[in-house]
């Protein structure tokens, strides 16, 4: 077990509500990623981040933030969920991020709906 | 930029016949590194293998072998006399080696054995 957990694992959520989805690892990994899946699209970067409060944006940020103030804690917000937003959500992390040897640990996954 | 292209979207087989997977990559970087993920229908996302950009060896684990072409920068992955339990999601990944380089990901492959 990588130590990676993901929750809520599942969430049904309307339009227009913000709903915040957290990543907690406790292998003291320095990177974090969160990745959306789609049919037709495979995994899509949304956020990452390389260190305490050091993020950046990935393919698809728009209508996503996140934040991370301590290692372990990864968040990952939607401000106003759209229904284009309905998803899974997969949080990852590296130990070697800072190099294309890295290779990632992922997160059982959260799928999100929203109606 | 980079690019992974899976052009396979589903293959169905069936069970002890020998199936290969495509992937080809693009991009610029001279130092790159490609991924082999595996989602089977639990959804989970497992690594399987990670090969760099300076070693064209072919390699063998099982009845998986992945065959690293860098004159047709492709990365293809072969299952030989597949089983049911090969049945899954694959994507294939790359990651070139300039620091803060996430993984991205090909669409991926639907793999189907049937018994």
């Known amino acids: 077990d990588a130590g990676i957990t993901q929750s809520p694992r599942h969430k049904v959520t309307e339009t227009g509500t913000p709903v915040t989805l957290r990543c907690h690892q406790t292998e003291n990994h320095r990177y974090m990623y969160w990745y959306r899946q789609d049919p037709g699209h495979g995994l899509r970067l949304i956020h990452y981040?390389?260190?305490?409060?050091?993020?950046d944006k990935g393919e698809v940020s728009d209508g996503y933030s996140v934040s991370r103030s301590k290692t372990e804690d990864f968040l990952l917000t939607l401000e106003s969920a759209t229904s284009s937003q309905t998803s899974v959500y997969f949080c990852?992390?590296?130990?070697?991020?800072?190099?294309?040897?890295?290779?990632?640990?992922f997160g059982a996954g959260s799928r999100l709906t929203v109606l | 930029a980079q690019k992974v292209t899976q052009a396979q979207t589903e293959i169905s087989v069936v069970e002890k016949e020998d199936v290969t997977l495509d992937c080809v990559y693009e991009?610029?970087?001279?130092?790159?590194?490609l991924f082999w993920y595996k989602q089977p229908p639990s959804g989970e996302l497992v690594f399987l293998i990670r090969?760099?950009?300076?070693?064209?060896q072919n390699e063998i684990s099982g009845r998986y072998s992945w065959n690293f072409q860098k004159s047709t920068s492709s990365f293809n992955f072969t299952i030989t006399a597949s089983q049911v339990v090969d049945s899954a999601v694959y994507f294939c990944a790359l990651s070139a080696n300039s620091g803060n380089t996430p993984l991205v990901f090909g669409k991926g492959t639907r793999l189907s054995v049937i018994a």
């Open positions: 090969r760099n950009s300076f070693d064209e």
């Open positions: 981040s390389y260190g305490v409060k050091d993020t």
């Open positions: 990852a992390i590296s130990r070697d991020g800072n190099s294309g040897a890295n290779v990632l640990t």
């Open positions: 991009t610029r970087d001279t130092t790159y590194y």
